[in-house]
Nanobody, 121 residues
Framework: QVQLVESGGGLVQAGGSLRLSCAAS????????MGWYRQAPGKQRELVAT???????NYADSVKGRFTISRDSAKSTLYLQMNSLKPEDTAVYYC???????????????WGQGTQVTVSS
C-alpha cells in the first residue's frame, strides 16, 4: 500500500503562483510513475502532469510552459510548481502514484485526498 498526502493548495489571484506537494509513504519502492490530476466542478478528472522514476515528464497542453512537475526521491515527495495561474486552473488537485502507466490505466494505482486550488480573476 502507498499513502499520498497533498498540501499547498489555496486561493490565489490570476497570474500568481502556488506549489503543491505530495508526500508519499508505504511501499513506495513499487512506484515508478507519479502525477497530478485535477477535477473542476461538473467536469471529469483530467491529467495535469506526470513524471517517471527516470525523470521523463508529460504535461497537458493547457499547462505546458506554466506548470512544472518534479520529484525529490530522497524525501519521497512530488511537487507541482504552478505559475501564471488562470481562473480555469481552479480545481481540486490530486496526487497519483502507480507502478507503471499501464497500471494506472487499469486502476492499479493510488490517490491522495486532493487539495483545492482556487484562482480568482
Amino acid at each position: 500500500q502507498v499513502q499520498l498526502v497533498e498540501s499547498g493548495g489555496g486561493l490565489v489571484q490570476a497570474g500568481g503562483s502556488l506549489r503543491l506537494s505530495c508526500a508519499a509513504s508505504g511501499s513506495i519502492f513499487s512506484i515508478n510513475v507519479m502525477g497530478w490530476y485535477r477535477q473542476a466542478p461538473g467536469k471529469q478528472r483530467e491529467l495535469v502532469a506526470t513524471i517517471t522514476s527516470g525523470g521523463r515528464t508529460n504535461y497537458a497542453d493547457s499547462v505546458k510552459g506554466r506548470f512544472t512537475i518534479s520529484r525529490d526521491s530522497a524525501k519521497s515527495t512530488l511537487y507541482l510548481q504552478m505559475n501564471s495561474l488562470k481562473p480555469e486552473d481552479t480545481a481540486v488537485y490530486y496526487c497519483n502514484a502507480a507502478p507503471s502507466k499501464l497500471a494506472s490505466m487499469v486502476g492499479d494505482d493510488y490517490w491522495g485526498q486532493g487539495t483545492q486550488v482556487t484562482v480568482s480573476s
